[in-house]
């Protein structure tokens, strides 16, 4: 098991430096309070006009039945040396404390461009948007509760079994994202830095590229 780092006070800089993609996990548990912690990030993540596009679902004692549907998934839909590489990437997941589930709302955008007059292209981009930041709060919380997980993308594969399983039929939710939870079993990869000039400018020269 990889030990995991020492508790550094919970800032949101701090847990941003922290968190990292882990893809290999050693058990862990997802405690009542973190629990707490990722419905509180659930309920007071931003979205646009507050309609808010996810349902989310946390798997910890029916871990195992989930990870069970998702490899007969993966044996219905993928076969040869591409089968065996996503079960062996289940195997590194199947240790873990638990999963969650980020399914996108379809209610969402024709509430958006219907009750708040956004065009379908716009209703779309700010669902995405809130989904975005839904995802990043929860990797968050479980950060500063020491968990790591990672997103998994395996909708195209999974949402048909993973419907019936959860009694959420595909016309209203959309699977957007997997994250299994647990413990590191393996350290961070390495990823290239990045330059900070190439994404952000501090005050930039406005005068110069003022017409005259
Ligand atoms: C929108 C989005 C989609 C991603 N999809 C996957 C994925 O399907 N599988 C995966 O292992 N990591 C996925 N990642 C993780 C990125 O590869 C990872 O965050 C990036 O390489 C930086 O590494 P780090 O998370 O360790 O800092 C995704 C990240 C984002 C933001």
């Known amino acids: 098991m990889t030990p995991l780092q020492a508790p550094v006070a919970a800032s949101v800089a701090n847990l941003l430096s922290q968190r990292r993609s882990i893809r290999r996990l050693a058990g862990g548990a997802l405690s009542p309070d973190t629990i707490a912690r990722l419905q509180d990030a659930v309920l007071r993540t931003p979205s646009a006009f507050g309609v808010t596009p996810w349902q989310v679902v946390i798997l910890q004692e029916q871990r195992d039945v989930f990870w069970e549907e998702v490899a007969a998934a993966f044996r219905e839909g993928l076969d040869g ?9 289940l195997e590194d ?21 219907q009750n708040w007059g956004l065009s379908e292209q716009t209703a779309h981009d700010f669902v995405q948007q809130g989904l975005g930041m839904l995802q990043l ?38 699977l957007i994202s997997v994250l299994p939870v647990g413990e590191p079993a393996e350290p961070a990869r390495d990823t290239p830095p990045v330059e900070p000039s190439q994404v952000l ?3 930039p020269d406005l005068r110069q590229a003022r017409p005259s």
């Open 81 to 89: 040396d591409r089968l065996e590489r996503y079960l062996g990437r």
């Open 137 to 174: 709060a929860i990797w968050l919380v479980l950060t500063e509760d020491g968990l790591v997980t990672s997103l998994q993308h395996w909708d195209w594969l999974i949402q048909d079994r993973l419907a019936a399983l959860l009694s959420l039929p595909s016309e209203r939710y959309q």
């Open 93 to 113: 997941f199947r240790p873990g404390a638990g999963v969650i589930l980020i399914y996108e709302d379809l209610a969402a955008r024709p509430a958006l461009h």
């Open 201 to 203: 400018r501090i005050d």
